[in-house]
């Protein structure tokens, strides 16, 4: 497919164009924040750092409507009560601006989850038919990344229907899939020069540093599971609050409830996150993780360990994780919690059980 | 170099009381210069770990509460000391549980106001002289003025000795915050209603309910049955809304009126970058005028919201007035 130009003045209406025909998440900034909103006119989206929170919420949005019901009670005979349900209306084909390649492939895992477990999830299934991903490359590595240690990089294209290279005056656009290359239609093809800087630039991209053999992680892990010590010490720094599981591309727990109001009311699904006390806290009043380090493990776990126990990868190649490497959860962690050490610890630590 | 020498007294200081300590709390390097990230100290080798410098931004009087049986030494700045007096004053720990290593401090970095001067993702590396920040960045040295780059709650400070500690680790540091205006909230409240309303919510709209301001608050100490989570009675719905994350916010700073000490940690905490520690300000303003009263300073002083008696001792004698 053509690679095309997509100039830094033509961004905004190239993403008006779009907002006619999909719902348009694109990344603008609030604060300190780099957010993703519904396209809205006067937006101006901001490609120049990685949003602060993932692209997950376009497939996995935080409040997702389940169905809403409204109760009637028989006016002649109050001990009556009929119900009536509605679906939510299906999702809007959508289009995700902005994301980096780290979050593009979060789909993939998600898919492992939502898709591929035996059960189907419809509504994440239509979700996730329904939306694209226009990534922009990235040009370096910041001290948090470390996509490389789960087999993507700061150009990788898994799960991106466009990618796009920044180069001097706007970026090189170029279709992945045919979706994609729908969506770059009306651009012009990149001129020659243009070609030949991005050729330098990927030619000179940034060598990560050695990333560890995870390999052996799911085993020494399991060997760590009882040590309490070790996982006391690792979560001594926890406050047991949501910013990783909910910044992440890939953690996928959400909860359901029934949200009254009155005789109506609506089912909802949200994120929950593990790191809180009460996501395993029993009805009989038991919690079998009511410690902050049970928990910590259990997040650390199941990237590392449970999810490549249940979706082995080649034989002897490097494990599929249940990570993509973004760094969020070490970038926004109010106390600086770095899951690649935690990762690095139970190798090092393990190997001698 | 000062701080070098002083942390190596930390060092000391913590070994020697290890033996009568389950651990202590303090700061170790974090992924990368310009992040610190507490340490739970059960070994010598633990200590050797300690650092102390600007960027040891974290209140680890965060950790205090709940651990009730333990002996436990902390490492605090002046802002952190507060924290600890008024969990004393509320009675959520036991003085004589705790050792302080009471660390004089000339301000903390907020990385927030690095970010908006410097790209620091790549920071390699972070000098602090008296005056300036020298941060070593991929494409060379950046130099910012320290007083830019400090807390808020530093350039008002004016606690910077911990009111309270076993080993001052000094030397004690001269007050140099100035008298808070509360210039802050004071513009703030010259806009209207409607304009006040709109601002917060805009911020709060990018909220994510992930509760680090609650969490990373050393008087959050509700747990678990924090209405924010509670579904009997069920306060707040599940779903991601305007006005449940601000009905949170108000009943946090609310639950906090003349108890919070200014720290900054909620704000800090926050992924999303919301002001919410104005709240709180607003309320401890109140608190100063109504009742001259200033949280975390005084051991002795009750709190004056915790002087509610279901019976009062007397009703007030009126006379005879008919």
């Known amino acids: 497919m053509v690679a095309r130009f997509l100039a830094d003045d033509a961004l905004t209406r190239q993403a008006e164009t779009w907002a006619r025909d999909y719902r348009l998440l694109a990344p603008v900034r609030e604060g300190q924040a780099v957010v993703y909103r519904t396209w809205a006119p006067d937006m101006r989206p901001f490609l120049g750092r990685p949003p602060t929170a993932s692209a997950k919420q376009a497939l996995l949005p935080q409040t997702e409507n389940l169905l809403t019901y409204t109760y009637r009670k028989e006016p002649t005979d109050l001990t009556r009560t009929e119900v009536f349900l509605a679906e939510p209306l299906p999702p809007e084909p959508t289009v995700v601006l902005g994301a980096r390649p780290c979050d593009a492939r979060a789909g993939k895992l998600l898919d492992r989850v939502f898709l591929e477990r035996g059960v189907k999830d419809e509504l994440y299934a239509r979700r996730r038919a329904a939306t694209l991903f226009v990534t922009v490359a990235c040009e370096s590595m910041e001290n948090t990344c470390f996509c490389h240690w789960t087999g993507g990089g700061p150009t990788s294209e898994e799960g991106s229907d466009v990618m796009l290279f920044p180069v001097s005056g706007g970026y090189v656009a170029r279709a992945i899939t045919e979706a994609g290359e729908k969506l770059l239609a009306a651009l012009p093809e990149a001129p020659a020069a243009t070609m030949e800087e991005l050729a330098g630039i990927l030619a000179h991209l940034p060598e990560p540093g050695p990333a560890p053999d995870l390999r052996q992680a799911p085993e020494r892990f399991l060997k760590l599971f009882d040590d309490m010590d070790f996982w006391t010490d690792e979560s001594a720094r926890c406050l047991s609050c949501g910013v990783c599981t909910y910044l992440c591309p890939t953690c996928s727990c959400f909860n359901i409830t029934d949200e009254d109001w009155g005789l109506k009311g609506k089912r909802v699904r949200t994120w929950d996150t593990c790191m809180s006390a009460l996501y395993t806290l029993e009805g009989s009043g038991h919690n079998p993780r009511s410690a902050r380090a049970q928990r910590l493990r259990n997040r650390v776990g199941h990237k590392f360990c449970y999810h490549p126990r249940e979706f082995p990868g080649e034989t002897g190649g490097q494990p599929e994780v249940s990570c993509t490497g973004c760094g969020r959860c070490i970038k926004s962690c109010p106390v600086s919690v770095d899951i690649r050490r935690i990762v690095r610890d139970i190798l090092e630590k393990g190997e001698g059980k | ?322």
């Open chain 2, 1 to 322: 170099m000062a701080e070098e020498s002083r942390t190596a007294r930390l060092i000391e200081a913590v070994k020697a009381e290890l033996p009568n300590l389950d651990f202590v709390l303090g700061y170790s390097r974090g992924f990368d210069a310009l992040h610190a990230t507490p340490i739970s100290v059960r070994t010598g080798a633990d200590a050797d770990q300690l650092v102390f410098d600007p960027t040891c931004v974290e209140n680890l009087a965060t950790s205090l509460y709940g651990q009730s049986g333990k002996r436990i030494g902390i490492v605090v700045k002046g802002c952190d000391s507060r924290s600890i007096i008024e969990l004393m004053q509320e009675k959520l720990i036991v003085r004589e549980n705790l050792v302080i290593f009471g660390m004089p401090c000339r301000g903390v970095l907020d990385l927030a106001k690095v970010r908006v001067r410097a790209d620091i993702t790549q920071a390699r590396g972070v000098a602090f002289g008296a005056e300036e920040v020298r941060l070593l960045l991929p494409d060379g040295e950046r130099v910012l003025p320290r007083r830019d780059v400090l807390a808020d709650k530093c350039l008002r400070c004016r606690y910077p000795n911990p009111l309270v500690a076993d080993h001052m680790i000094g030397p004690e540091v001269e007050r140099a915050g100035e008298e808070d205006s509360y210039a802050d909230l004071m513009a703030f409240e010259k806009l209207t209603e409607q304009e006040r309303f709109d601002f917060w919510k805009r911020q709060m709209s990018r909220c994510i309910r992930c509760y680090a301001c609650r969490n990373a608050c050393p008087l959050c100490v509700c747990k678990h049955v924090c209405l924010a989570d509670s579904r009997e009675p069920h306060w707040l719905s599940a779903e991601a809304n305007l006005q449940e994350k601000w009905l949170f916010q108000v009943m946090h700073a609310l639950h906090l009126a003349g108890r919070c000490t200014e720290c900054g940690e909620c704000q800090r905490s926050c992924p999303m970058g919301i002001p919410i520690l104005l709240l709180k300000r607003k309320m401890n303003r109140e608190l100063k005028e109504l009742f001259n009263y200033e949280a975390g300073v005084d051991p002795e002083a009750v709190p004056p919201l915790h002087t509610f008696q279901m019976e009062e001792e007397k009703i007030k004698d009126r006379g005879q007035l008919w």
